[in-house]
């Protein structure tokens, strides 16, 4: 049985720029997940951030004021029991940073739609957001109306209606919608209630070979450090099925760039786990669910700067193939979402530039043979994925990468 402190789901937070995702994480988890330099100056977030929490339940209280983020219940100040642990995947919001967004939710098992109430809905980015989560597969959604402290009531009834018209015949239309106020911290318990009936813990199988998707590498070492005292890269993401165990020697595919000869090929990395971490947890056993820091032996020149991101790792032989062209039958969508001027998708064209996202991989394949509904692609940076798998295709329209449909991989 697994530990309620160690996560056991991973649950996205989406929408358009500066709706209080983080925010919300902090209300919900304590922390601030914009970290980066560049994102406290522009006060965005930029790249994906990461935040754990424990749900807690007042046997005393009852309905929505029961639940809780907080050891102790914030009405009848008695000791609450801690039920479960998850993980946030707080994704950004700016229409530059799709690909980013994409990335991270091939991490998430379900999904925050935050959308603020003193704002018309639908924003152009909590279009591409959810139309994102539809073709990726992810159903289960709460959408979260937050904000609703700088509107009057009138205001936010008025808002509610103009969500359910716009998720009307969409993956979200029969999601809850709960109205919250993330800055100050109102209606949280109907939220964390809300979360864990909503989005259940997956069923997984520890028993198939490992596979982990990587999200994050970074080298922990401080400037200056002595020699002795280096440790190896850190590679982070999600397991998305298997079990991987403290000393395990793994596999990271593609691997690294070689240049020789004047040809260009990558080659596998090859390391052993020195530690794992769930969440706040070190553990000498990782099952999937939550997202995982996972020590290696690796030169931390290779994990440093999220070298590593886009990569899987598991079991040495294990991994599905390495792909540098791929052939995959596309559903492309009607029309542009995001973009001010939502233009008909045409459809795809030989020699075609298109950002394709697979995992938590993403990369750019030019078109050498395009049909009605199958295209092959030549990348111009190989993934490492199986047969069968979800690509989110984006192309370039007025300068940005728009999200134009979705893809299976064939071959």
Known sequence: MRDVFIPGVNIGLVGHVDHGKTTLVSALAGVWT????????????????YADTTFYKCERCEGPDAYTTRPECPVCGTEAVPFRTVSFVDAPGHETLMATMLSGSALMDGAMLVIAANEVCPQPQTKEHLMALELIGIDKIVIVQNKIDVVAQEQALAHYNQIK????????????????????GINIGALVQTLDETIPEPERNPGVDPLMLIARSFDINKPGCSWRDVKGGVIGGSLVRGVLREGDDIEIRPGRQIQAENRVRWEPITTKIASINAGSTRVTEATPGGLLGVRTKLDPALTKSDALAGQVAGHIGRLPPVW???????TLMERVVGADSEQVIEPLKHREPLMLSVGTAVTVGVVVNARKSQVEVVLKRPVCVEVGARIAISRQVGGRWRLIGMGILTG
């Open 165 to 184: 018209r716009f998720v009307k015949g969409t993956v979200a239309e029969n999601a809850p919608i709960i109205p919250v106020s993330a800055q100050k």
């Open 324 to 330: 540098d062209r791929m052939k995959f039958n596309v």
């Open 34 to 49: 914009d970290r980066h330099s560049e994102e406290i100056k522009r006060g965005i977030s930029i790249r994906l951030g």
